[in-house]
């Protein structure tokens, strides 16, 4: 689990359908501490533009969560945000971003560019950021233990990526499940932002997730409830 814990790699936008779920699961150990705590945060190079998106999308978060995300690019900011364009983007989770050293990215944005769309970039960040805050992955929800995986297939489209998955990345990132004692978490939601995409075809049943560009409504009630 630790490797789970410490960086999550993004996912790949698939086209499916989009269905109302409800809630989302977050790590008890890895919350901020203390009434509206104030997470501070430093671009590691970047383009100007695409900085400025970045804060824009992440600051979302605390319109509903009683924080303050300050883009003050201090040095010792403890959340430190790199553009390495090599194929993935990944965060932290939580407060485990204390435990990088203070020269290094906790959070990357390996496909991101100026050009990109709002609605990548919407959902990229908004991911991330959620990260960031304490949330895992909604497929790795204890209550995600119905999703009947078709393995093979699951396997076979990320190994298909640039840069390919192994099947141990897709275990830690896909298949494995947090314990219920690990995560504060209720009933999957679907169109919850850390939702991965999920098409038909990675499944027995056909259970399918789509790909989520926004906070859900009750992403949005739950970090309140998180963060009051």
């Known amino acids: 689990?630790?490797?789970?814990?410490?960086?999550?790699?993004?996912?790949?936008?698939?086209?499916?359908?989009?269905?109302?779920?409800?809630?989302?699961?977050?790590?008890?150990?890895?919350?901020?501490?203390?009434?509206?705590?104030?997470?501070?945060?430093?671009?590691?190079?970047?383009?100007?533009?695409?900085?400025?998106?970045?804060?824009?999308?992440?600051?979302?978060?605390?319109?509903?969560?009683?924080?303050?995300?300050?883009?003050?690019?201090?040095?010792d900011a403890e959340v430190r945000v790199s553009f390495t364009l090599d194929g993935t983007s990944w965060s932290a989770i939580g407060t485990d971003c204390q435990s990088y050293d203070w020269d290094k990215p906790t959070m990357n944005f390996g496909w991101l560019t100026p050009q990109s769309s709002d609605d990548v970039i919407s959902s990229v960040v908004l991911h991330e950021f959620g990260h960031a805050l304490g949330c895992i992955h909604e497929h790795q929800s204890p209550d995600a233990t119905g999703i009947q995986w078709d393995k093979p297939a699951v396997y076979a489209h990320y190994a298909n990526l640039n840069p390919p998955w192994s099947e141990q990345k897709v275990d830690q990132n896909i298949f494995a499940v947090y314990s219920a004692t690990q995560t504060v978490f209720t009933k999957v939601d679907k169109t919850s932002i850390m939702m991965y995409p999920i098409d038909s075809s990675f499944t027995i049943d056909r259970y399918s997730a789509g790909w989520n560009t926004t906070l859900s409504q009750t992403d949005k009630d739950f970090i309140k409830e998180r963060y009051p």
Request: glycine letters at 8%; hydrophobic letters at 45%.
């Open 1 to 75: 689990m630790a490797n789970m814990i410490k960086v999550c790699v993004d996912r790949t936008p698939l086209i499916t359908t989009h269905d109302r779920g409800e809630r989302l699961a977050l790590m008890c150990g890895y919350m901020w501490t203390g009434i509206g705590p104030q997470i501070r945060v430093r671009f590691m190079g970047g383009d100007p533009t695409l900085r400025a998106k970045v804060e824009q999308y992440a600051k979302i978060w605390a319109q509903f969560a009683n924080i303050s995300l300050l883009f003050n690019n201090a040095h």
